[in-house]
């Protein structure tokens, strides 16, 4: 049996079909939802002015990069690349 539809061409959430979709939907979108914040990377924790805590081992790691990135941006090999494009 079709589904019932709306005239604007939704399922018509009034019937029994309907709101076994519905149902569906909602199980569906809940449980989306848990799975994107168990993928959720933690929260870096943050000192009270909200910069980055360097204390702690993930602000480390980010100070590590930051620094890796500023040495990478004055290196001769970058300036001429930047001279010539």
Do not use: Y
């Not at 993928?39 to 602000?59: F, I, L, N, Q, Y």
């Not at 970058?78 to 010539?84: E, G, H, S, T």
């Amino acid at each position: 049996m079709a589904v019932k539809k709306t005239s604007t061409g939704a399922v018509d959430k009034r019937t029994k079909e309907g709101k076994a979709i519905c149902a569906r939907m909602a199980k569906a979108r809940a449980a989306a939802a848990k799975k994107a914040a168990a993928a959720k990377k933690p929260a870096v924790k943050k000192t009270s002015s909200g910069a980055v805590d360097k204390r702690t081992k993930e602000g480390k790691a980010i100070a590590a990069r930051m620094a890796k990135a500023r040495a990478a941006k004055g290196s001769l090999k970058n300036r001429l690349k930047r001279l010539f494009s």
